[in-house]
């Protein structure tokens, strides 16, 4: 049986209960009247008749005494009974009757919350980023709080802004003002704060002086696994901050978007540590495979070069391993201004790069390896940093089908360089035997 159908049971008994015992100390009462009132009436008139007989004048006398008295107690028990147990009982039906009532409403509230929630959760779970889950929070806001402006405001990169991510599409921004996280002060108390009044003396400082006059604001601030995010700032007419089920909801918003996109930012995190170079900051040599695998595939003409720094050991060893990490950091600032920006630049491993240059031959793609050597002795010289070169080794599509051989050959082409005086350019294919190619393994460094 449902709470409806026990509260309706239950209120139905109840009326059925109060109206009978009311009609039936009604009916009692009227009984007890119409009894004395008639005996009394036969009395009087029996009176009359004996009035010649003073005995049986006052047997009658007494007889109508003793009617009066029970039909006085009789009252009395009926009134006892309405009061002691009839009205008590029917108060008891009529509180559990507003128990079931109130238990009702209490697990409505509470079914709601849960359907929101788990709703709240399925569409920020769907969301494969952070413009999803900033759409999301959008949504829920023109559905939760249509009429409030408010803001969902996020730490950029550098943890030391807040930038606007969404608003409220039917009520527009907030307009905090605050620009820094630990600036709110629902951030630095990491807890939801509730101001009814800006006018207020300790109302937050970033709610006065508004143009708009008064206002009442909660601010919601966003955190996950203890890092400060954010804030969701939601503001509304001066006295009249939002409670109850509206807070709820929108604490629950700040609290699973979080979730969510701390949770997006930590994949992102993990996946660009595990697809790039943490000294160069370039893709590694996976990623560049993938990437140059999936150009093959789509049958795009591009150019491959390997690079490779030369005598890059003695660089190491006469100025130590903190100069070879400034020259590689320095080659791949110089590269990276050189390329286009749909140009793939990869650190390959150690000293050694590759280029990848899409929609370019390798005798066109000699002129940009060109410029990035001249470059980089002029990027040497400004950082008044030891002198770096760099051999390099380029071929294209139409010298193999496959990544594997097109590196190899471009590699082949580098070794030639280095054989031939290094710091230069050398198109591939060429031709290298067993025995060349063991010296330039050795020239390599």
Avoid at 98 to 122: A, G, M, N, Y
Wanted: proline share 4%; charged share 25%; net charge negative.
């Amino acid at each position: 049986m449902t709470t409806d159908s026990r509260v309706g049971v239950l209120d139905g008994i109840r009326r059925r209960f109060s109206r009978r015992w009311k009609v039936g100390i009604a009916i009692g009462t009227l009984l007890v009247g119409v009894n004395w009132l008639g005996y009394r009436l036969a009395t009087n008139d029996v009176m009359e008749r004996l009035a010649g007989d003073p005995e049986a004048v006052a047997s009658v006398r007494r007889m109508a005494e003793v009617n009066a008295f029970l039909a006085f107690v009789a009252l009395a028990v009926l009134a006892a009974l309405a009061v002691l147990f009839f009205r008590p009982l029917d108060r008891t039906l009529s509180a559990e009757a507003q128990w079931i009532r109130d238990l009702e409403e209490s697990q409505s509230i509470d079914v709601e919350k849960r359907r929101f929630d788990h709703e709240l959760h399925e569409a920020l779970e769907m969301a494969s980023d952070e413009a999803g889950a900033t759409a999301v929070v959008r949504h829920v806001l023109s559905d939760v709080v249509p009429e409030r402006p408010a803001e969902l405001k996020l730490a950029d990169s550098s943890d030391s802004h807040l930038v606007v991510r969404s608003e409220s599409p039917t009520a527009g921004r907030a307009g905090c003002d605050v620009a820094a996280p630990y600036d709110c002060p629902a951030v630095r108390k990491a807890q939801p704060l509730s101001f009814p009044s800006s006018g207020a003396v300790n109302a937050c400082p970033h709610l006065r002086g508004r143009v708009d006059g008064g206002c009442s604001a909660n601010c919601v601030p966003l955190s996950f696994m203890g890092r400060s995010m954010g804030v969701l700032h939601v503001i509304g007419p001066d006295h009249e901050p939002l409670d109850g089920s509206a807070l709820e909801k929108v604490t629950s918003l700040a609290v699973q978007t979080s979730a969510q996109i701390g949770t997006l930012r930590a994949f992102a995190k993990a996946q660009l540590q595990a697809s790039t170079d943490g000294l160069t900051g370039l893709i590694n040599r996976r990623s560049a495979e993938e990437e140059l695998g999936q150009w093959l595939e789509r049958g795009e003409q591009f150019s491959l070069a390997v690079i490779d720094l030369d005598r890059f050991k003695r660089l190491n060893d006469a100025h130590g391993h903190q100069a070879g990490d400034r020259a590689l950091r320095l080659f791949a600032d110089t590269v990276r201004r050189t390329l286009r920006s749909r140009d793939l630049f990869a650190r390959w491993g150690g000293e050694e790069f590759v280029v990848g240059l899409p929609g370019m031959d390798r005798w066109a793609a000699v002129d940009t390896l060109d410029r990035i050597r001249l470059a980089l002795v002029e990027a040497c010289a400004r950082a008044e940093a030891p002198t770096v070169t760099a051999s390099f080794g380029v071929v294209d599509t139409a010298c193999g089908e496959s990544l594997d051989v097109l590196v190899r050959l471009a590699d082949d082409a580098l070794l030639s360089a280095k054989r031939s005086g290094r710091d230069r350019v050398v198109v591939g294919p060429i031709d290298i035997g067993p025995a060349d190619e063991h010296v330039s393994q050795l020239e390599r460094t």
